[in-house]
Nanobody
Framework: QVQLVESGGGSVQAGGSLRLSCAAS????????MAWFRQAPGKEREGVAA????????DYADSVKGRFTISHDNAKNNLYLQMNSLKPEDTGIYYCASASSIVNPLRSNEYGYWGQGTQVTVSS
């Protein structure tokens, strides 16, 4: 089992920045991909950014490219999401996820472990 705990959410005005963190614990051996997803009210969960923890390759949703940066600290087993130039449409609950094998890094059903989520609210 892998446990994931997100932190760092909050409320910010458009144009501002937030940094999300995800602490992974438990049997993390074998985890190769970690990702951030988000879900806005009334919408489906969507992939935001993913990272291959053993090599650093990343993948981003088009809507966040150039604004968000995903990173992973192998020593601490922590995942981060630096979010800059935030927009009201970035509002939602942000979830951390992990998996051992992936075909499409931004597809939610490929991930077996999920955190509880952290709320991000961006006001105009």
């Amino acid at each position: 089992q892998v446990q994931l705990v997100e932190s760092g959410g909050g409320s910010v005005q458009a144009g501002g920045s937030l940094r999300l963190s995800c602490a992974a614990s438990g049997y993390t051996y074998g985890t190769t991909w970690m990702a951030w997803f988000r879900q806005a009210p009334g919408k489906e969960r969507e992939g935001v950014a993913a990272i291959f923890t053993n090599g650093g390759s990343t993948d981003y949703a088009d809507s966040v490219k150039g604004r968000f940066t995903i990173s992973h600290d192998n020593a601490k087993n922590n995942l981060y999401l630096q979010m800059n130039s935030l927009k009201p449409e970035d509002t939602g609950i942000y979830y951390c996820a992990s998996a051992s094998s992936i075909v499409n890094p931004l597809r939610s059903n490929e991930y077996g472990y999920w955190g509880q989520g952290t709320q991000v609210t961006v006001s105009s």
